[in-house]
């Protein structure tokens, strides 16, 4: 089994962002990246299995490497910020199958500071609405399955376990995430 379980969630209309007080919706630049590498750090820092460090390399090779990423059609990366520091980000992506478009999000991730305010439903929320403008109707999360707060989260925004066989979903109603 493997340790990624992957989640999916169908879009019936374009979400609704929430807004927090003092908080504001920025998009990548490539000057942030330092601030997103440390917001990676402090994010996954405590979780098991660990998460090691990312570098700018990292980063550029690991994400920026996609497709979608090159060519700008989806691969924002959108971050939430407030009293000027990054505190939240999520990259949405999108992959190409026979006969639909699937977005997948990437990294969703709250500082530790920040967790359990609605933040990252508020990211969340934010990716489905540029997957929706993109007319992106299915996105697909992936967490480790051993990260049970990740897996409830969002399970709690309505996505569910399934594999994607083909073109098609096969949804597991009573999937284990204990790994």
């Not at 340790?3 to 998009?27: A, D, N, T």
């Not at 994010?43 to 570098?55: E, G, I, K, L």
């Not at 090779?61 to 959108?78: E, K």
Request: proline share 6%; net charge positive; with cysteine.
């Amino acid at each position: 089994m493997s340790p990624i379980i992957h989640l999916y969630r169908e879009l019936h209309s374009k979400p609704r962002v929430p807004q927090v007080s003092g908080m504001s919706l920025s998009s990548f630049e490539p000057q942030h990246l330092d601030a997103w590498l440390e917001l990676f750090r402090c994010s996954f820092a405590q979780m098991d299995p660990p998460v090691r460090p990312w570098t700018r390399e990292d980063f550029w090779r690991l994400i920026g490497s996609h497709p979608w990423w090159r060519q700008g059609q989806a691969g924002q990366l959108v971050w939430f910020q407030a009293t000027g520091q990054l505190i939240a980000s999520a990259i949405l992506g999108q992959v190409q199958l026979k006969s639909w478009k699937l977005g997948t999000l990437h990294w969703l991730m709250v500082h530790p500071r920040w967790r359990r305010q609605g933040v990252g439903r508020m990211v969340l929320r934010a990716v489905e609405a540029a997957a929706w403008d993109q007319g992106l109707r299915w996105i697909r999360a992936e967490t480790h399955r051993r990260w049970t707060a990740a897996v409830q989260f969002y399970q709690k925004q309505g996505y569910r376990p399934a594999t994607l066989e083909g073109d098609q979903l096969r949804f597991h109603p009573r999937a284990n995430f204990k790994g």
